[in-house]
């Protein structure tokens, strides 16, 4: 991707199908947790798409663009740790795509909606219909997949705080300014 | 930073807000009293057996006994039975 501004000092980052996957997750997840006692089977196919939702995305994070790819965000363990101690020293630089501890909470909100969905259906095949352990594990799943939601909407709240940025605005339009505004931490190290 | 943020985190806490309400899940609700007038699980759990059925799991639900098994067709069911008088009731599902 082009890092040279464009108009209004905004740099498209997040193309329209990452948004449209986000955005449609969230729904889904959403809708699903809502209809999970409901009679008919909305939760079921609710589950379905969030695992549709999944394979594209991941699909999307080795053929899409830019900053949509894992090969941009997904970081190893020792640049994973080093910006984790550069966010305790205040001094962590700005990403234009997934800084890398968001990186690694896009990989695990992937494969904790996998996991879930994945064991929902194993819940609705003839062998483990009924099965209260399936069912427990499912549930402990859903709440493990909640409390990674919670930590994402912090780091995205604590991210946008840091850097004077707006992340929930530009999962939205999908533009981020080129330049950060004058940082809460050390400067704007653009990578 | 936009002002939008204390409104998301307002949605988000109002998505979450069905989590502290468990419990019964209203598919069924059955007028039964005080637990201790019903028949045992057991008992459900046998006369089903002999019907065919193939009982995986009970559990309470609304006052009523909620059984997940395979019937004696080996379909899936979530039937709900009242616990004193061990008759099927109806859920909203059916």
């Known amino acids: 991707m082009s890092d040279a501004p464009v108009s209004r000092g905004a740099t498209p980052v997040w193309d329209a199908l990452v948004r449209i996957l986000h955005w449609s997750l969230v729904l889904a997840v959403a809708t699903a947790w809502l209809t999970r006692h409901s009679p008919g089977r909305w939760h079921e196919w609710l589950g379905y798409a969030t695992l549709a939702i999944v394979a594209v995305r991941i699909a999307w994070g080795f053929l899409g663009p830019g900053h949509a790819r894992f090969a941009d965000f997904v970081r190893g363990f020792s640049a994973t740790a080093g910006y984790a101690r550069d966010v305790v020293a205040h001094r962590e630089a700005r990403y234009l795509g997934h800084n890398p501890l968001g990186g690694w909470m896009v990989i695990a909100l992937l494969a904790m909606v996998g996991l879930v969905g994945f064991s929902g259906w194993l819940y609705t095949t003839d062998r483990f219909w009924g099965v209260p352990w399936v069912e427990e594990v499912h549930e402990t799943l859903s709440d493990i997949l909640f409390a990674l939601v919670a930590l994402h909407i912090l780091g995205v709240v604590f991210t946008s705080l840091r850097h004077r940025e707006n992340l929930l605005a530009a999962m939205l339009h999908g533009r981020k300014p080129a330049e950060a505004a004058e940082s809460d931490s050390g400067g704007d190290r653009r990578r | 930073m936009s002002r939008r943020f204390p409104k998301a985190m307002l949605v988000t806490a109002l998505a979450l807000a069905p989590v502290a309400i468990a419990g019964a899940t209203g598919l069924a609700t059955c007028d039964s009293g005080s637990p201790d007038t019903w028949q045992p699980q057991e008992k459900l759990t046998a006369m ?35 616990p004193v008088t061990l008759e099927r009731v109806k859920t909203s599902a059916e």
């Open chain 2, 48 to 82: 089903l057996k002999e019907k065919g059925w193939q009982v995986r799991n009970v559990k309470v639900d609304g006052g009523c006994y909620e059984v997940y098994a395979l019937d004696d067709q080996g379909e899936r069911v979530e039937a709900y039975f009242h």
